[in-house]
């Protein structure tokens, strides 16, 4: 599949804090997909495929009919919560084009959070049964809660300090500045500032979380063929991959390699499919639900050992330019907004057609990781035409 | 004012088909864990079949309350209004060595700020919430 299919429009609505958003979600949804039509130049009747992920609301069909598509051919859902399905729903897409299932298929996620419930709170009701009755009794139930315990034996056993998830936040903060979109520009982060915030489940203090927000992005993917065509330099899908280890969905915390982002059985599938090593990424976006499970994302793809994470995480690699690792360029999750992750993949092609606000020089190399720790995740490579 | 862990008002288990007898154990002070009878293989949470060797001849084996933390973690902030005056508390993953290393979830009793020694022995004690209906009880842990 290297090569064969290419993002070629890419669109996001104005993102809104939690509850802020004036449409709903519905509607989110539309406008991200057209804004991604009219940056690939294409119609949006012609949109034969929708893939997304994270039981996306947002149904196929009322979509097609919404937006008047002349056939539905694929109509596609990552199974598994959280961000983890956002390289997947690419991955999909490319290999329904490539497999001649569709031919013009759409990536979306659309939240409004105020119109719907929000992640980030505990399930509100007198009762519970089944595997939830095993730990929210405990106080354990949100998504920050269910994964510090896996952060936390990974420190353990590899003596990572704190100063490592700082400088993952610092980063995304500083990129944040340059990036008007961004829900937290003008509002910058130091190390002070980070250290003197709260805790909201140890390790994590409130800058080790990502945001919640309303808003919703889309990107338009077609063949190698018809790539050509478009008016944007083309971003060619050199790998896209899903999944996770031996019994990564076991019940209450049981799975048997714990202390992980759930990428060592995918990583090395990613790197054979795309061609590439870790040494030839130019710039890295990596979903921060929270600042650890970057840390085990970028451990898991190869950029380090977990005994070299204390020296590999400083906040000077990870800016761009000039940073030899560039990480969330558009201030990612914690910064610029949570659209769960997939905002994360556009900033990816941003860096290949040179769009970003945080440039890195002749990007041509793109990754992403989607929503480390969970099950199933996903991360992809997009490439330039110089990588073909 | 109750002399339980947590502060009351978060949802309250219930058993669902699966997982009665595990319920039903807490309430008499009794650890029950998932175990195969055919291979004798353990699993927690409890599945319809075993994922060790497919049987569906499960049982409920009565386990010691004994067991080693695994990791932990140290909540703050309140994400259920219940809660909202707490303060911090600490979750712990336990690891069962008489079940075949399965790990469950509870708190860990005493100080809250307390520092959580990973690979520490915990015993178990049993909290009954008799004012419950209906009434549950929980398992917490407590360092040996």
Same mark, same amino acid.
Request: charged share 20%; with cysteine; hydrophobic share 40%.
């Given at each position: 599949?290297?090569?064969?299919?290419?993002?070629?429009?890419?669109?996001?609505?104005?993102?809104?804090?939690?509850?802020?958003?004036?449409?709903?979600? $519905?509607?989110?949804?539309?406008?991200?997909?057209?804004?991604?039509?009219?940056?690939?130049?294409?119609?949006?009747?012609?949109?034969?495929? $929708?893939?997304?992920?994270?039981?996306?609301?947002?149904?196929?069909?009322?979509?097609?009919?919404?937006?008047? /598509?002349?056939?539905?051919?694929?109509?596609?859902?990552?199974?598994? %919560?959280?961000?983890?399905?956002?390289?997947?729903?690419?991955?999909?897409?490319?290999?329904?084009?490539?497999?001649?299932?569709?031919?013009?298929?759409?990536?979306?996620? =659309?939240?409004? &959070?105020?119109? @719907?419930?929000?992640?980030?709170?505990?399930?509100?009701?007198?009762?519970?049964? *089944?595997?939830?009755?095993?730990?929210?009794?405990?106080?354990?139930?949100?998504?920050?809660?269910?994964?510090?315990?896996?952060?936390?034996?990974?420190?353990?056993?590899? *003596?990572?300090?704190?100063?490592?998830?700082?400088?993952?936040?610092?980063?995304?903060?500083?990129?944040?500045?340059?990036?008007? #979109?961004?829900?937290?520009?003008?509002?910058?982060?130091?190390?002070?500032?980070?250290? =003197?915030? #709260?805790?909201?489940?140890?390790?994590?203090?409130?800058?080790?979380?990502?945001?919640?927000?309303? %808003?919703?992005?889309?990107?338009?993917?077609?063949?190698?063929?018809? =790539?050509?065509?478009?008016?944007?330099?083309?971003?060619?899908?050199? *790998?896209?991959?899903?999944?996770?280890?031996?019994?990564?969905?076991?019940?209450?915390?049981?799975?048997?390699?714990?202390?992980?982002?759930?990428?060592?059985?995918?990583?090395? #599938?990613?790197?054979?499919?795309?061609?590439?090593?870790?040494?030839?990424?130019?710039?890295?976006?990596?979903?921060?639900?929270?600042?650890?499970?970057?840390?085990?994302?970028?451990?898991?793809?190869?950029?380090?050992?977990?005994?070299?994470?204390?020296?590999?995480?400083?906040?000077?690699? @990870?800016l761009a330019p000039q940073g030899?690792?560039?990480?969330?360029?558009?201030?990612?999750?914690?910064?610029?907004?949570?659209?769960? %992750?997939?905002?994360?993949?556009?900033?990816?092609?941003? &860096?290949? #057609?040179?769009?970003?606000?945080?440039?890195?020089?002749?990007?041509?190399?793109?990754?992403?990781?989607?929503?480390?720790?969970?099950?199933?995740?996903?991360?992809?490579?997009? *490439?330039?035409?110089?990588?073909? | 004012?109750?002399?339980?862990?947590?502060?009351?008002?978060?949802?309250?288990?219930?058993?669902?088909?699966?997982?009665?007898?595990?319920?039903?154990?807490?309430?008499?002070?009794?650890?029950?864990?998932?175990?195969?009878?055919?291979?004798?293989?353990?699993?927690?949470?409890?599945?319809?079949?075993?994922?060790? /060797?497919?049987?569906?001849?499960?049982?409920?084996?009565?386990?010691?309350?004994?067991?080693?933390?695994?990791?932990?973690?140290?909540?703050?902030?309140?994400?259920?209004?219940?809660?909202?005056?707490?303060?911090?508390?600490?979750?712990?993953?336990?690891?069962?060595?008489?079940?075949?290393?399965?790990?469950?979830?509870?708190?860990?009793?005493?100080?809250?700020?307390?520092?959580?020694?990973?690979?520490?022995?915990?015993?178990?004690? @049993?909290?009954?919430?008799?004012?419950a209906d209906p009434p549950f009880?929980?398992?917490?842990?407590?360092?040996?």
């Amino acid at each position: 599949m290297r090569g064969q299919v290419a993002v070629v429009g890419v669109g996001e609505t104005e993102y809104y804090k939690r509850g802020e958003a004036p449409d709903a979600e $519905f509607k989110l949804a539309l406008k991200a997909i057209l804004a991604a039509c009219e940056d690939a130049g294409i119609d949006a009747k012609d949109i034969d495929g $929708f893939a997304s992920y994270s039981n996306d609301r947002s149904d196929p069909s009322r979509l097609a009919a919404a937006l008047g /598509c002349k056939e539905l051919r694929f109509s596609n859902m990552q199974w598994g %919560g959280g961000g983890g399905g956002g390289s997947g729903a690419i991955a999909n897409a490319a290999a329904a084009i490539h497999a001649g299932l569709a031919e013009t298929v759409v990536v979306f996620r =659309a939240l409004a &959070q105020g119109q @719907f419930g929000r992640f980030g709170q505990g399930p509100q009701r007198n009762t519970i049964a *089944g595997e939830m009755a095993y730990t929210v009794p405990y106080g354990l139930m949100s998504p920050a809660q269910m994964f510090a315990m896996k952060v936390v034996r990974f420190m353990h056993d590899h *003596g990572v300090e704190h100063s490592a998830l700082r400088a993952i936040s610092l980063a995304c903060y500083e990129h944040a500045q340059r990036n008007p #979109r961004a829900v937290m520009y003008g509002r910058p982060l130091d190390e002070a500032k980070y250290d =003197a915030s #709260r805790w909201i489940v140890e390790p994590f203090r409130l800058y080790d979380c990502c945001q919640e927000n309303d %808003g919703a992005a889309a990107m338009i993917l077609v063949s190698a063929e018809r =790539a050509g065509a478009s008016p944007h330099k083309p971003c060619y899908v050199l *790998g896209a991959v899903a999944g996770s280890h031996y019994r990564a969905g076991a019940s209450v915390h049981n799975t048997p390699d714990y202390a992980s982002s759930t990428f060592k059985t995918l990583a090395p #599938r990613l790197y054979a499919m795309a061609g590439v090593t870790a040494k030839d990424v130019d710039v890295l976006q990596s979903y921060e639900n929270f600042t650890g499970g970057v840390m085990m994302s970028l451990v898991e793809h190869g950029f380090c050992a977990p005994e070299q994470v204390n020296d590999f995480f400083v906040k000077e690699r @990870f800016l761009a330019p000039q940073g030899d690792l560039p990480l969330n360029t558009s201030g990612g999750n914690l910064a610029e907004c949570y659209m769960h %992750g997939l905002g994360l993949n556009i900033e990816a092609v941003r &860096q290949i #057609r040179g769009q970003s606000s945080s440039q890195v020089a002749d990007a041509d190399v793109s990754m992403v990781i989607s929503g480390p720790m969970v099950t199933p995740v996903s991360s992809c490579i997009l *490439g330039s035409e110089a990588t073909l | 004012m109750t002399d339980y862990y947590l502060r009351p008002g978060l949802p309250q288990p219930v058993a669902a088909g699966l997982d009665a007898p595990y319920w039903q154990g807490l309430r008499e002070n009794r650890l029950l864990i998932q175990q195969c009878a055919a291979c004798g293989g353990w699993q927690w949470g409890p599945e319809w079949v075993c994922h060790h /060797c497919l049987s569906d001849q499960l049982h409920f084996a009565e386990v010691p309350a004994e067991g080693i933390i695994y990791s932990y973690e140290r909540v703050w902030h309140p994400v259920h209004p219940a809660l909202a005056e707490q303060g911090a508390y600490i979750v712990v993953l336990v690891t069962l060595p008489h079940a075949g290393d399965v790990r469950v979830v509870g708190n860990l009793l005493g100080d809250p700020e307390q520092t959580v020694p990973i690979g520490a022995r915990v015993v178990g004690e @049993f909290e009954h919430h008799e004012d419950a209906d209906p009434p549950f009880s929980l398992l917490h842990w407590r360092i040996a």
